[in-house]
């Protein structure tokens, strides 16, 4: 192609010189020159135009050899751009990933702390949860020994104040019984005789009732009438034994 145009153009100068030439003739009659003389100048202008298109081949080659250059230039710019870019694309993706990998790992540690706590608070609970239940199993032990302690002690008590109740009841019962026995006319002639009687008494020891429930008939007579004879019979301020002796059965068997 190149060498093509340089043909076209060295064509255009040698007819440029033609022409030249054709203008410059004289066509007034002069010596006539000969061809040798002639042949010089014309070879000097053909060569002078081979160099000027081999100046231009070499300008033509020149520029197409620096835009090559610059081409290349610009392609290696390219390619050192995009593998920078590469590089920092697999940078940033290596980065990311090390990101994703750091948050997966503190994720997992987060996790695994969280189910330590829990695994810790629930062993807590069960260890708490079993010093309740020793706690309350002490206490419920302690109540129940308590309970029956206390269950023996006023066993005890009841025991006691039982016996004290039936000891000042029969203590008072002997006092009702020696009152009647004073109180009968004719105590020799109810010797060997018995009689039992039901008596019921106010707080303040009045005889409220007197019943003959069995016996001598005479006795039962004149024990029921020794029982009227005073204002009160004996009995006991304490409740416990006043409830015993408000409603007491009396037998009167008289003795010398």
Do not use: W
């Not at 190149?2 to 030249?20: D, N, R, T, W, Y």
């Not at 081949?57 to 020149?62: F, G, K, N, V, W």
């Not at 060997?192 to 008494?201: A, D, E, I, W």
């Amino acid at each position: 192609m190149k060498q093509k145009k340089a043909l076209i153009v060295s064509f255009g100068l040698h007819a440029i010189v033609v022409v030249l030439l054709l203008v410059s003739v004289n066509f007034n009659p002069k010596p006539t020159v000969s061809f040798a003389a002639q042949s010089q100048p014309i070879q000097a202008v053909f060569i002078d135009a081979q160099a000027i298109a081999e100046q231009k081949r070499q300008r033509d080659q020149a520029e197409a050899q620096a835009k090559q250059r610059e081409l290349e230039k610009r392609q290696a710019q390219e390619r050192r751009a995009q593998a920078e870019r590469e590089k920092k694309r697999k940078a940033e993706a290596d980065a990311k990933k090390k990101r994703e990998a750091e948050q997966a790992r503190q994720q997992k540690q987060k996790e695994q702390e969280r189910q330590r706590t829990l695994e810790e608070q629930r062993k807590r609970e069960q260890e708490m949860q079993r010093k309740l239940e020793e706690q309350n199993k002490r206490k419920a032990q302690l109540e129940k020994e308590l309970a029956e302690q206390l269950a023996q002690e006023q066993q005890a008590l009841s025991a006691a104040n039982s016996r004290r109740v039936m000891s000042e009841v029969e203590k008072y019962q002997a006092l009702i019984q020696q009152t009647i026995v004073q109180n009968l006319f004719d105590i020799e002639s109810f010797v060997g005789r018995s009689c039992r009687l039901k008596v019921r008494l106010a707080p303040s020891g009045l005889v409220i009732e007197v019943k003959i429930l069995e016996g001598d008939a005479a006795l039962c007579r004149a024990s029921q009438n020794a029982v009227l004879r005073p204002s009160t019979l004996p009995v006991s301020e304490d409740p416990a034994v006043f409830a015993e002796l408000k409603n007491i059965n009396i037998t009167v068997s008289p003795e010398i």
